[in-house]
């Protein structure tokens, strides 16, 4: 299975969006990687609607949004209209979660659900078949450039056997501190969505690096 790469746009330059937007589509990337945070549920604010609005008039490729806000299901009609393609939704900020899946894909968009480092994978099991994607958090939520936590794979392989146990098609995405050293391994393990935000913003060449990543996979 072919491995995609979503560069994250937390990490780009916000003078220079259009460049980094036009950068992206240029690359093998697959998606744009979009981190919303409001400062409750992470304890940092990121941007909202206006930004993305922005990044959504550039960006030829789907929109992955990944919502850090509490109760998410207040805005599912508003980034569908921005045009997500993708809504994700940490388990651990809806409270009726099932609901709030089937909101996202009643308006056409595709459901995911984050797990911070320390859910279990297994609080899933029971409605893995409603979820499009999980998102597994391989950082603490909240900031750019921090270091991959290392039980992530583990959390990955076992994910993963519990989807082709219940016959379910979610595919596994890994968010944070994803680089060239850590892809391979997170691939093997059963990753197919790989988010890399300072890896590939902050290298000379942007372009090259995804190029580096898409390979890997
Ligand atoms: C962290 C965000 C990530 C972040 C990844 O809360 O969800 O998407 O931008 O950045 P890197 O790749 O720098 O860890
Ligand atoms: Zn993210």
Redesign the pocket.
Known sequence: MVTLIAP?L??ADFGNLERDCKMVNASKADWF?I?V?DGVF?PNISFGMPVLKSIASHAQKPLDV?L?IVEPERYIDTFAALGSDLLTVHYEASTHLMRTLQSIKEKGMKAGVALNPHTPVELLEPIINEIDLVCL?S?N??????SFIESTYKKVTKLKSIIEKEGASTWIEI????TDQNASKLMECGANVL?????VFASEDPIKTIEVLKNIS
């Open positions: 994250s937390l990490a990687h981190d945070m992470v990944h850090m958090m950082v939520p909240g900031f750019g450039g921090q968010d944070g501190g994803v988010v890399a935000g300072s890896f």
